[in-house]
Nanobody
Framework: QLQLVESGGGLVQPGESLTLSCETSGFDLSWHIVAWFRQAPGQEGEGGAFISAHGTRTNYTDSVKGRFIILKDAASNTAFLRMNSLKPDDTASYYC??????????????????????WGQGTQVTVSS
């Protein structure tokens, strides 16, 4: 059964850190680009972080660059998003998405949510004092 489950969200104060997890079953993450997208109420979704199928390349949107780190553990088929120096603007629902790319053919172009076709249910992150 194909499944993605995000966890690790919560309420934190500005400047604090959180680590989100994306546990997958039925997938081999070494064959998939993993992305973390986020969506705040009333706003368009934003692709925040991406990691290539073989885990050798990452890409971040400017708003999170230098603060967020995306990782994947092929052995457990789990991806992570380490979020440091959180700001109120980071408040959103965070979603993990997968796109099959075993030969690294689409790494440079897969940045839109509709490029990804497996999604989890999301986890809420709220940054507030």
């Amino acid at each position: 059964q194909l499944q993605l489950v995000e966890s690790g969200g919560g309420l934190v104060q500005p400047g604090e850190s959180l680590t989100l997890s994306c546990e997958t079953s039925g997938f081999d993450l070494s064959w998939h680009i993993v992305a973390w997208f986020r969506q705040a109420p009333g706003q368009e979704g934003e692709g925040g972080a991406f990691i290539s199928a073989h885990g050798t390349r990452t890409n971040y949107t400017d708003s999170v660059k230098g603060r967020f780190i995306i990782l994947k553990d092929a052995a457990s088929n789990t991806a992570f998003l380490r979020m440091n120096s959180l700001k109120p603007d980071d408040t959103a629902s965070y979603y993990c998405g997968l796109k099959g790319d075993p030969y690294d053919l689409t790494w440079t172009t897969a940045r839109r949510s509709d490029d990804f076709y497996f999604w989890g249910q999301g986890t809420q992150v709220t940054v507030s004092s």
